[in-house]
């Protein structure tokens, strides 16, 4: 499966992520939260739909209610990896203070001195740092770590 990107109608893309969402298609489109509560889309006129066929789909998504088109580079439908499309919604949610990980969950270190090692995610610790629970020594720690450091096992 693969994300497509698709171009809506100026300030139509909440109307084209609820009717493609309506229509049973995985939609993503991240969205920016204003110091005064409202919300924009991060990609003016953007958006992400997820799909194993494209043909499958495409005269539904073309003729949705707030779509504009599929977007195409040359001969080349435009598409995005899993992995942007995990960054951003890592990244989207990190901002509205929405936390990454469950507690109890277990996570892994990806950098610094703990590099590597196992914890358990407790709870977020501020905007940008979570508490975890180390084995060192024998002996369980909790530490203050940055959020961004972890990584879900």
């Given at each position: 499966m693969?994300?497509?990107?698709?171009k809506?109608?100026?300030?139509?893309?909440?109307?084209a992520?609820?009717h493609?969402?309506?229509?049973?298609?995985?939609?993503?489109?991240?969205?920016l939260?204003?110091?005064?509560?409202?919300?924009?889309?991060?990609?003016?006129?953007?958006?992400?739909?997820?799909?194993?066929?494209?043909s499958?789909?495409?005269?539904?998504?073309?003729?949705t209610r707030?779509?504009?088109k599929?977007l195409?580079?040359?001969?080349?439908?435009?598409?995005?990896?899993?992995?942007?499309?995990?960054?951003?919604?890592?990244?989207?949610?990190?901002?509205r203070?929405?936390?990454?990980?469950?507690?109890?969950?277990?996570?892994?270190?990806?950098?610094?001195?703990f590099?590597?090692?196992?914890?358990i995610?407790?709870?977020?610790?501020?905007?940008?740092?979570?508490?975890?629970?180390?084995?060192l020594?024998?002996?369980?720690?909790?530490?203050?770590i940055?959020?961004?450091?972890?990584k879900?096992?």
């Amino acid at each position: 499966m693969s994300w497509y990107v698709v171009k809506t109608k100026a300030r139509q893309e909440s109307r084209a992520v609820d009717h493609l969402t309506n229509q049973d298609l995985e939609v993503y489109c991240p969205w920016l939260v204003r110091k005064n509560g409202r919300r924009e889309a991060l990609f003016t006129s953007y958006l992400f739909v997820r799909l194993s066929s494209l043909s499958a789909h495409f005269h539904t998504i073309k003729n949705t209610r707030g779509v504009l088109k599929m977007l195409k580079f040359g001969e080349w439908w435009a598409q995005v990896d899993d992995q942007f499309v995990e960054y951003l919604r890592f990244k989207e949610n990190g901002f509205r203070g929405v936390p990454i990980f469950e507690p109890d969950q277990e996570v892994i270190i990806k950098d610094g001195p703990f590099k590597g090692v196992e914890a358990i995610y407790l709870c977020a610790d501020g905007e940008a740092r979570a508490m975890v629970l180390l084995t060192l020594l024998g002996r369980k720690q909790s530490v203050v770590i940055e959020e961004s450091l972890l990584k879900a096992i």
